[in-house]
């Protein structure tokens, strides 16, 4: 199947600070990828939609100062949680459709503690 | 109408043993239902999906059985072994939804020998 690489797998920051997440398709453009939250043992709560070469979509109720996105090419997409807070730890799953069928594969997520 | 409704929330089932997961959706234009496999600290993977035109889909030890009537799906894993242990989501989206998913809440199986 098709490879999407999330990277930092994980990365701990101080409160206050600015965090950036990278997700990129190895192996296949896509001009759409959606970045996902999963607090432990729940499901995940997709948070925005990315797309390339316009703003991204947001879902209700998330932030879209707090969570910038950019897509800045056909492979990478990227989220920027700003002022990183505690409460803003969590794990954070990106995914991209990839063929005709539109199928989604996801990242290896990346996990963010703010102290 | 988003909603996809999954249960059991755990379930443990013996080596050897058959178990499932079942959900349910409302909204009638979804047409497109995959499941993942996700282990602890990795993302989701895709184990399988079907679409509403067949009743079953089988791959290996793990088959689908949809009920477009019901709007029902359920996943079967055959012969579970402890390496199935992870937890399963089900999800659903639909054409021009913009592949947009819309997940269960998730089982977490654990299968002991």
């Known amino acids: 199947g098709a490879v999407v690489s999330q990277h930092p797998s994980w ?8 965090v950036k997440i990278e997700c990129r398709s190895l192996d296949f453009q896509a001009t759409t990828m959606f970045w996902y939250r999963q607090f432990p043992k729940q499901s995940l709560m997709l948070m925005a939609t990315s797309n390339e070469g316009s ?22 997409s990227t989220l920027t949680v700003t002022s990183a807070h505690p409460e803003d730890s969590s794990f954070y799953i990106c995914s991209a459709p ?5 199928e989604l594969f996801f990242g290896e997520g990346s996990r963010l503690t703010v102290l | 109408q988003q ?9 443990i089932v013996q080596k050897g043993g058959i178990s499932i997961i079942n959900c349910a959706y409302e909204n009638t234009a979804f047409d497109y239902f995959p499941w993942y496999q996700q282990f602890p600290g990795k993302g989701p993977a895709l184990l399988i999906a079907i679409r509403p035109d067949v009743s079953e889909k089988k791959e290996g030890r793990f088959t689908i059985s949809f009920n ?11 012969d579970s072994q402890p390496g199935d242990s992870a937890t399963y989501f089900c999800a659903a989206s639909k054409t ?7 997940f269960g809440t998730g089982t977490q199986l654990k299968v002991e020998l």
């Open chain 1, 55 to 76: 703003k991204a979509t947001y879902e209700q109720g998330v932030e879209k100062d707090k969570f910038l996105i950019n897509h800045a090419s056909l492979t990478l």
């Open chain 1, 98 to 102: 990839f063929g005709g069928s539109g």
């Open chain 1, 11 to 18: 990365v701990i920051c101080k409160s206050g600070t600015s």
């Open chain 2, 3 to 11: 909603q996809v409704k999954q249960s059991p929330q755990s379930l």
């Open chain 2, 96 to 102: 021009g939804g913009g592949n947009k998913l819309t």
């Open chain 2, 68 to 78: 477009k009537s019901a709007k029902q799906f359920s996943l079967h894993i055959m």
